[in-house]
């Protein structure tokens, strides 16, 4: 009894719960929490190990997040389990375990770099889903950014000034790359629109990694489209994509119409313009599917025909504008994974001097794919340097 007591104690404190931790004990020392409860985050682990006046601490997680935690001045590592195991091992084999800090160092050329991390928002999108979410990958993790000094006792060591940086992770940290690297095609084109920016650095994104594989999630496998979205954005890049996507505001007032909304809902969000819906458009998935965005999604692609709605094949057109060399000739190719017949008409699009705009269609065929979510993408290219790459994700019922 009083044993099955003491390991409850025990395993109170070696989680790090608020409260389990002896001050007298710990104060001063390097302190390693084993994390086997998950109902509290590390920050609250922290927070304790902090409070009760501990140097610093080691989390053993074995479900390692392989995100590195914003914990500001003080010294925090985690581990997953195999290093944790050592770890446990040594502090078993001595009365007297030690442990060093050493200052912060820059880890140069990490891989596998880049990849998803286990916060990053997943697709698909909650709207719809003849969008594909999310549209692009940026650095989210750990970023260095400007902070406003926060001066609370405790969080900044004797004699320093607090700091006007932080390592800071999520959409806050990687949002600010997209924006900078649209300002930067915006500065090198000053004539295109967002949209014409969006594509080119959705179309002219990265899904390889620095080992040269595709990029991975957290679970170190392939990530898909409705992870990575078209991959991770590359700016330089970005300036010359050769083709772009162009929607307008028109576009989008339709795409609303598709989705459901009213005239009178329209008129509200944009009293300035006369538009009216076009009839019989409303909750019209294929016609969703269709805004010419620089990436493909389809809701529902039924392997039967069921009525007029849902049909084995559907058929999306997109419309590429040449913002490379005028006379451009451009072929495709497609990656669909077997089942899924893709075919684009035409295979080939030919730009000349009068000719800077051109329709394609995509034909999704579903008859003999596996049900669900099926991920491929379609890549123009030129024979010079250009690539435009096109991912798309097509549910299968
Ligand atoms: C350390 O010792 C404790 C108590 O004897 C034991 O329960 C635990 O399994 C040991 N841990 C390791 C990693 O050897
Ligand atoms: C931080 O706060 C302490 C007391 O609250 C104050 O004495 C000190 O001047 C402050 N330091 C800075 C850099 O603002
Ligand atoms: C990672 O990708 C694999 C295969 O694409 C998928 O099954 C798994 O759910 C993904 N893991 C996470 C954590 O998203
Ligand atoms: C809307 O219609 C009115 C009246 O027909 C016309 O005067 C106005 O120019 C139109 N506005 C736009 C933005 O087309
Ligand atoms: C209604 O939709 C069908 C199919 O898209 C189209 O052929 C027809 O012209 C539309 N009718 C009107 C009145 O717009
Ligand atoms: C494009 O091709 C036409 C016809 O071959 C040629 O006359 C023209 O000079 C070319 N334009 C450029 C910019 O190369
Ligand atoms: C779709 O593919 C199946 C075979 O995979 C074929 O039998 C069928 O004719 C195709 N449908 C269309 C409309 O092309």
């Excluded at 590592?77 to 446990?88: A, K, P, Q, W």
């Excluded at 260095?144 to 940290?173: C, D, H, I, R």
Aim: net charge positive; with cysteine.
């Amino acid at each position: 009894m009083l044993r099955a007591l003491f390991l409850l104690l025990w395993e109170f404190s070696s989680n790090c719960y608020p409260g389990s931790l002896d001050r007298n004990k710990v104060a001063g020392k390097i302190v390693v929490c084993v994390a086997s409860d998950f109902s509290i985050s590390r920050r609250i682990r922290k927070m304790v190990v902090e409070d009760a006046r501990g140097r610093g601490m080691i989390l053993v997680n074995p479900e390692d997040t392989g995100v590195p935690f914003d914990s500001g001045t003080f010294p925090f590592i985690e581990v997953g389990g195999r290093y944790g195991t050592s770890i446990l091992k040594y502090m078993n084999s001595t009365k007297n375990p030690k442990g060093t800090i050493l200052a912060a160092v820059d880890v140069p050329g990490y891989r596998p770099a880049p990849s998803v991390a286990y916060f990053s928002s997943r697709g698909p999108g909650p709207l719809t889903e003849n969008i594909l979410k999310p549209d692009v990958m940026a650095p989210g993790v750990s970023i260095l950014a400007a902070f406003p000094p926060k001066n609370v006792t405790g969080t900044v060591p004797a004699g320093e000034k607090p700091s006007w940086y932080a390592l800071k992770s999520g959409t806050s940290m990687a949002c600010p790359h997209v924006t900078g690297a649209a300002a930067f095609v915006k500065s090198v084109h000053p004539k295109w629109s967002p949209s014409m920016i969006k594509s080119a650095l959705m179309t002219t994104a990265t899904v390889f990694n620095n080992l040269g594989k595709p990029v991975m999630n957290n679970s170190r496998q392939s990530a898909s489209p409705h992870e990575a979205g078209a991959g991770e954005i590359n700016p330089i890049k970005a300036l010359n994509p050769g083709l772009v996507f162009h929607t307008t505001t028109l576009d989008y007032l339709r795409f609303l119409c598709y989705y459901g909304l009213s005239n009178k809902d329209i008129k509200s969000l944009s009293p300035r313009t006369n538009f009216t819906c076009p009839s019989n458009s409303t909750n019209n998935d294929r016609l969703m599917s269709n805004l010419n965005y620089p990436s493909i999604s389809i809701a529902v692609l039924s392997r039967r025909r069921i009525g007029r709605a849902a049909t084995a094949t559907q058929t999306i057109t997109r419309t590429a504008t040449n913002v490379g060399h005028v006379n451009s000739t451009y072929i495709a190719t497609v990656h669909a994974p077997s089942g899924l017949r893709v075919e684009v008409l035409p295979r080939k699009l030919v730009f000349t001097e009068r000719v800077g705009r051109l329709t394609f269609r995509v034909v999704f065929n579903g008859t003999k794919a596996p049900r669900g979510y099926n991920y491929g993408s379609l890549t123009w290219r030129d024979g010079r340097r250009h690539l435009v790459r096109l991912v798309f994700a097509v549910n299968v019922e």
